[in-house]
């Protein structure tokens, strides 16, 4: 390989490295959220549908979010606050849906496991969509303006890969952590085999624990993206209001501020979920009384 090909490489590498360094927080809200999805299938299932989840991930960010993301840069630069406002608001409908789940509501379920787990997956890859699309756009406000198209697009399939294979990798380990207790469980030192059982018997809360970390993070990246890009278009006010809080709060410190953020977006994230959920509750129960023309009775 030729020093000035390496120097390219580098080059990528470095500008991926600081430009995927901003992007940590949703790298995490990613990471928390995907384990709740396989919650509920048979070990044999679990890593096979997360790699179905990850093979879905790649897609969504080489066949869409990439190509999207540079072309609406170059042509159409106003439509991508839209565009995140849009999928900030799908993310607060699900997490507000899984709040309501906590409560008692839930959807009725008529379908066999097979298609479930197809919904699963597919309910997963939606979720990424948006969550991969704010990772990849902020990636590529970070990135030099001046590295030019194919430097551009090649730092972010690293950041891509990159990213997929951290929060991909991490969700499966999680989920065959019970696994290693198991294992440790018939061996026969006393020490492992307690080991194990302490594994095995946390896992249910530490999923339980990953199942509210995700929702929150649902609400407060879904409710942040909304606020900050409302801001852009065509109304501030969301926006003064968050502002209004973590300027109260500044002199306690950035955690604090960091904290009032993210409660902030999440609570407004959760009313505009909430108000979606009732939108879609009333649109449903409209088309139930009145069933299209043609519709089988």
């Known amino acids: 390989m030729s020093v000035g090909l390496l120097a390219v490489v580098d080059d990528i590498l470095s500008a991926a490295l600081k430009a995927s360094a901003k992007t940590a927080g949703v790298v995490i809200d990613d990471a928390a959220v995907t384990p709740q999805y396989v919650q509920g299938l048979s070990p044999a299932r679990e890593l096979p549908v997360v790699w179905r989840i990850a093979r879905g991930s790649l897609l969504n960010k080489f066949l869409i979010i990439i190509p999207l993301a540079l072309l609406?840069?170059?042509?159409?630069?106003?439509?991508?606050?839209?565009?995140l406002i849009v999928g900030g608001t799908y993310l607060c409908f699900e997490?507000?849906?899984?709040?309501?789940?906590?409560?008692?509501?839930?959807?009725?379920?008529?379908e066999t496991e097979a298609r479930d787990?197809?919904?699963?997956?597919?309910?997963?890859?939606?979720?990424?969509?948006?969550?991969?699309?704010?990772?990849?756009?902020?990636?590529?406000?970070?990135?030099d303006p001046d590295l030019g198209i194919w430097m551009t697009l090649a730092a972010l399939v690293v950041i891509g890969l990159g990213m997929t294979v951290l929060v991909y990798g991490a969700v499966g380990?999680?989920?065959?952590?019970?696994?290693?207790?198991?294992h440790l469980m018939t061996r026969e030192a006393p020490a492992a085999r307690r080991t194990g059982a302490r594994i095995v018997q946390s896992m249910p809360a530490v999923f339980k624990v990953i199942s509210v970390v995700g929702t929150v993070a649902m609400l407060w990246v879904g409710g942040h993206l909304v606020i900050a890009n409302l801001a852009e278009t065509f109304w501030h006010a969301p926006y003064d209001l968050l502002h209004a809080v973590t300027d109260a709060v500044a002199a306690a410190g950035p955690v604090i501020v960091w904290l009032a953020d993210?409660?902030?977006s999440a609570v407004l994230g959760f009313v505009l979920g909430m108000v979606?959920?009732?939108?879609?509750?009333?649109?449903?129960?409209?088309?139930?009384?009145?069933?299209?023309?043609?519709?089988a009775h």
């Open 173 to 182: 380990l999680l989920v065959k952590i019970d696994d290693v207790g198991l």
């Open 262 to 264: 993210t409660a902030v």
């Open 276 to 295: 979606v959920v009732g939108i879609v509750l009333g649109v449903s129960r409209v088309l139930k009384r009145n069933p299209p023309v043609g519709a």
């Open 95 to 110: 997490g507000a849906e899984k709040v309501m789940e906590w409560f008692g509501f839930h959807h009725k379920a008529e």
């Open 72 to 83: 609406l840069s170059a042509f159409a630069p106003w439509v991508l606050p839209y565009l």
């Open 117 to 143: 787990e197809k919904k699963l997956v597919a309910g997963a890859v939606r979720t990424d969509l948006i969550l991969s699309t704010e990772i990849m756009l902020i990636s590529l406000a970070s990135l």
